[in-house]
């Protein structure tokens, strides 16, 4: 049972470039999330799904796109990178919606 | 903005030693989760209390929630080494998790 599975787990991309950062969970939990962790900022939500096919924004979903075409995957897409997203990403997923998220280990993107 | 605010920022006690964190948070939620997290690591979920609770236990850490308040309190009993991290407090209205700052926890051996 591998949980919520990031990859990759380092990146460095030049600025204008795209990337889609995977996250996949193997426990059929139906909500997933995205977040960014920046240094003093805590956990700020980018994008959300309740379900394959359904998702809304959060906090600061400017620059992202995702799409939620299985149970399984839910991909984080950055279409032009700017230096204002070097982050570290955390995918989570959770069984409903008033149960604890599982966290994937993140990927930590670096935009030069 | 963020929905949860932890305090205080840092902590930093001896071993033995009870550790306690607060958080406020700005709208009525549906319930409230505590998360730790280790340096690099992802977060673990800890312990989860509806809005209609007041309280909750599990193992050493006992949280509370006043609702009225808009205010909930994390209290790790007898402190260990290995309770160093930064813990976070996340509210949830609908599907969506708004967490706070964190507190940064540093209990020393």
Known sequence: NAGVTQTPKF?????GQSMTLQCAQDMN?????????DPGMGLRLIHYSVGAGI??????????NVSRSTTEDFPLRL?????S?????????SARPDYGYTFGSGTRLTVV | SQQGEEDPQALSIQEGEN???????????NNLQWYRQNSGRGLVHLILIRSNEREKH???LRVTLDTSKKSSSLLITASRAADTASYF??????????????TRLKVLA
């Open chain 1, 85 to 93: 997203q070097t982050s570290v990403y955390f995918c989570a997923s």
């Open chain 1, 55 to 64: 998702t809304d924004q959060g906090e600061v979903p400017n620059g992202y």
């Open chain 2, 58 to 60: 599990s193992g050493r």
């Open chain 2, 89 to 102: 407090c996340a509210t949830s209205g609908t599907y969506k998790y708004i967490f706070g700052t964190g």
């Open chain 1, 29 to 37: 939990h139906e909500y997933m999330s995205w977040y960014r962790q």
């Open chain 1, 79 to 83: 279409l032009s990178a700017a230096p």
């Open chain 2, 19 to 29: 550790a306690t964190m607060n958080c406020s948070y700005k709208t009525s939620i």
């Open chain 1, 11 to 15: 990146q460095v991309l030049k600025t």
